[in-house]
């Protein structure tokens, strides 16, 4: 019997308790969460001066994005000093931080006005202090927040960090060079932000002269001269690496200048009139030589030459050229060729010719041929004619006008006398013969005309000098006499 209420002692007190169990199911309990509360001190080190502020993740959302820019005051306290400047730190104090349900973040940023900006932080000392789940956490939240000169060091639960370092990076903007077909120094500069470069020195190009770069920065256009001061000004911080300023080099064609030189030949025997205007060109550019406006009486232009002797380099009037002498000052020099003019010698009718033409070669020679090639050497071939003497070649017919060339056929003009086709005519003079009267031994005192003189196709003269004719009236001689034989004057 004893045993019996022991064993359903035990199993009624087993039911019981099964009973209790299912009552105590159904029954409402509050389970009340221990807070977790943090006091910790650290230090910042950072070689700037920071501002420093709270931002927080409700409902220890911890790399959430549920973000708050406060924390809240019935929370503890999170409180930092101002920046030593000795030890370039901050030191931040958080006091019965309860960090149950809301996670602190502290917000690290720098001036945006500075050139630089929080680029990283990193924790490089640990201690003991602090709540301690065996985690050293920092957090960088700079996806969420989207401004790259803020840093969000996580500090909740599990921060058990006693210095953190704070490291910077640079705000830059940069400057590229186009040289533009030049040569010179196109590194790519770079400044910090608010700071100017001084631009790269003159850069050079064949034939150019540099005047500026331009370039374009936010819908403008401008230019800068070279080794001058370049700023990008205060951009937007939310851009960390701050404008590319393309510098484009800007040329100026080198201008030069082609002279002409009348160059009177050694020879030439006149003076040069005329003038020839220089040509003003550019380098790259095409453009045409002058057309010559030098003359010299008995002389052609030929062309130009670089050389004064034409040894040069040969270029024609009105040549187009471009870059002549890669883009140097130059002087080029006229080139003469002596005219060639003909003299013809009319012989006025001459039973034998002799020259009938010569040849001209201005300021040099007389010539056979009009191609100048055998010299005439002063002087020509008489013509001859019956019963008259040549007297020479005269300007005009009769032997009127100036005598160019003389009995003897001896040239007595220059070579420079004519700058035309000239003609020069025969003078002729009749001959004169002598008639000899031979008396055959006439009485002394008696011997009568002796001689007579024929002036051809003109008449008779009793004189040597031809100037007493006999006339018509008075055609008779003086007849001789002798002894034995007689004369008979027929009256003859």
């Known amino acids: 019997m004893k045993k019996f209420r022991l064993k359903?002692?035990?199993?009624?007190?087993?039911?019981?308790?099964?009973?209790?169990?299912?009552?105590?199911?159904f029954v409402p309990t509050e389970i009340v969460q221990a807070k977790n509360i943090k006091n910790k001190t650290f230090v910042i080190k950072s070689d700037y001066p920071v501002t420093l502020g709270i931002q927080s993740l409700a409902d220890n959302d911890k790399g959430g994005t549920d973000i708050r820019y406060y924390w809240p005051s019935d929370l503890g306290s999170i409180t930092w000093s101002g920046y030593d400047w000795n030890t370039h730190s901050y030191t931040v104090t958080m006091k019965d931080v309860d960090v149950t349900k809301w996670t602190p973040y502290l917000e690290i940023s720098a001036d945006p006005t500075q050139s630089h900006y929080p680029k990283s932080i990193t924790p490089t000392k640990w201690g003991g202090n602090g709540m301690n789940h065996g985690t050293t956490e920092v957090h960088n939240l700079q996806d969420i927040s989207g401004y790259p000169n803020y840093r969000f060091m996580y500090i909740g639960l599990g921060y058990t960090a006693d210095e953190i370092q704070v490291a910077f990076g640079e705000y830059r903007w940069y400057a590229t060079y186009d040289l533009n077909g030049g040569q010179g120094d196109s590194s790519t500069q770079s400044a910090l932000r608010g700071s100017n470069i001084t631009t790269h020195g003159t850069p050079t190009r064949h034939g150019y002269t540099f005047t500026h770069y331009h370039y374009s920065y936010n819908n403008?256009?401008?230019?800068?001269?070279?080794?001058s001061a370049l700023?990008?000004?205060?951009?937007d911080t939310s851009n960390i690496t701050g404008p590319t300023i393309n510098l484009v080099a800007q040329w100026s064609p080198n201008p030069y200048t082609i002279s002409y030189n009348s160059n009177k030949p050694s020879k030439a025997s006149n003076?040069?009139?005329?003038?020839?205007?220089?040509?003003?060109?550019v380098y790259d550019q095409t453009g045409n030589l002058a057309y010559n406006g030098f003359s010299i009486t008995g002389w052609s232009f030929v062309n130009w030459n670089t050389k004064a002797d034409g040894s040069g380099t040969t270029y024609q009037a009105g040549q187009q050229i471009k870059n002549m002498n890669d883009g140097q000052n130059t002087t080029l020099y006229a080139q003469w060729r002596p005219n060639v003019y003909t003299l013809i010698l009319d012989d006025q009718y001459a039973v034998k010719s002799g020259t009938t033409l010569a040849f001209e070669k201005y300021d040099y020679d007389w010539y056979k041929e009009s191609n100048a090639k055998t010299s005439l050497n002063n002087k020509v071939s008489i013509p001859s004619k019956t019963g008259q003497i040549f007297g020479g070649y005269y300007t005009e017919k009769e032997g009127n006008g100036e005598q160019?060339?003389?009995e003897n056929g001896k040239i007595k003009i220059k070579a420079n006398k004519i700058s035309s086709e000239k003609t020069v005519y025969a003078k002729?003079?009749?001959?004169?013969?002598?008639?000899?009267l031979d008396n055959q031994g006439a009485n002394k005192g008696e011997e009568g005309t002796g001689a007579v003189w024929e002036k051809y196709n003109i008449g008779f003269y009793s004189d040597a000098a031809t100037t007493k004719q006999y006339t018509d009236s008075n055609k008779?001689?003086?007849?001789?006499?002798k002894r034995i034989i007689h004369l008979v004057d027929t009256g003859q």
């Open 220 to 227: 403008g256009q401008y230019d800068v001269n070279a080794n």
């Open 476 to 481: 008779k001689i003086i007849c001789p006499k």
């Open 428 to 436: 002729w003079t009749p001959a004169v013969y002598k008639i000899t």
């Open 231 to 235: 700023g990008a000004g205060n951009w």
């Open 404 to 406: 160019w060339i003389d």
């Open 271 to 281: 003076s040069v009139t005329g003038s020839t205007g220089q040509t003003d060109l």
């Open 8 to 25: 359903h002692l035990k199993v009624f007190g087993l039911l019981l308790s099964m009973f209790v169990m299912c009552i105590a199911a």
